[in-house]
């Protein structure tokens, strides 16, 4: 995260009165959770975690752009915000 952002993520936690420790990896760590409760196959939430690919999921490299972010919406635990 850039320090810009984690500025900002801090103000809103610090103005939520969260009083524990929230970082980068706890934020990608509930988006995970909540992916995997809205149904999200493990290896696409690794593909949009951005993490290294397993053999077994080779067959998403060739995934195209568009489909990857068509993926990302359906499972995107916060689309209610927007």
């Given at each position: 995260m850039h320090l810009r952002?984690?500025?900002?993520?801090?103000?809103?936690?610090?103005?939520e009165g969260v009083f524990k420790r929230v970082g980068t990896h706890t934020f990608r760590k509930t988006i995970n959770t909540l992916r995997a409760k809205k149904?999200?196959?493990?290896?696409l939430m690794e593909?949009?975690?951005n993490h290294k690919l397993t053999v077994n999921q080779?067959?998403?490299n060739?995934?195209?752009d568009e489909e990857?972010?068509?993926?990302f919406d359906?499972?995107?635990p916060f689309n209610f915000l927007f």
């Open positions: 952002g984690a500025i900002k993520f801090n103000n809103v936690v610090d103005e149904g999200c196959p493990a290896g593909r949009l975690l080779k067959y998403y060739k995934m195209a990857l972010v068509k993926e359906i499972y995107n």
